[in-house]
């Protein structure tokens, strides 16, 4: 398959400071006075033509690279960032550049709704034996960061509309799935960890006793800080957990959950994003945030 590079200017000088990837041909007047290719340039009719080719943009403008993105769809031919070609981590701001989705040659995609709020970078990295793997972010707000490794095969992470993250670190390995709801709350230092990472067998028989599990996270669940969740935990709806708990259990709706391991400490709870520094209300009613109800 050959490499193609589309636009060596500012943003390409930027990347390849200190180390320079090799391309078969570039695109003829895409690249800026300065920069030196060793590579033969190619007119935008040759790649159309191409059967096996892949398209690095090197563009550094959202719009520059969605002109090119367009062209590689009409014209069925592969494309990536010249940031994800050199191994670099995929963040929304580089999904964006895409069109908002991203498939790459080992068919893992990454879809990211452009209308989140970040304040905080998201980062997803597929590790190099990552495959058939779909990482799916509607549009939610990040404070700090979150940061989305994957590994394996056919894992999935899906994050529905609504939520806020302040800090927290995801991983999902093969075949396994974590699920965030809508209208969730999450503090930092928080850690979703659906695999173990490595295997542990019976002594005995030598068969496999730590199979990964999925994650589940309901809707409107407030996570406290350094909360550490594993393959099999369970959360319903409403509930709370609280600061450093680390579960892998099932719950019902509506409950606090504290310690380690995580057991209930109440039932019949319904909280609100309402600040207690701002608002000293004294019902659910004095509260201007009602969405749980929403989910009862």
Known sequence: MLTILWGAQTHYKKLTKKHSPHFDCHVKNSVADGVHLNCRPVKKSEIAELSEALVVIGYGKKESCLRVVDFCKENGIKYTLLDIFMGKAITAEMIAKLGGSFTDENNNTVIIDGGSHLCG??????????????????KIS??????????????????????????VNIRCCTNGKIEIGESCLFSHGVELSQSDQHCIFDLNTHERINWAKDINIGNHVWVGRSVHLLGGANIGNGCILGDSCVTSSTFSPNCVIAGNSGRVIRENVIWSRDSIRYNDAKTLEDCKDKRGLDYL
């Open 142 to 167: 990040v404070e700090k960061g979150m940061f989305i490794n994957v590994k394996g095969k056919n894992a999935r992470v899906k994050i529905h509309c609504g939520s806020y993250f302040y800090d």
């Open 121 to 138: 970078p998201i980062y997803v990295k597929f590790k190099k034996d990552t495959k058939n793997a779909v990482v799916d972010i509607e």
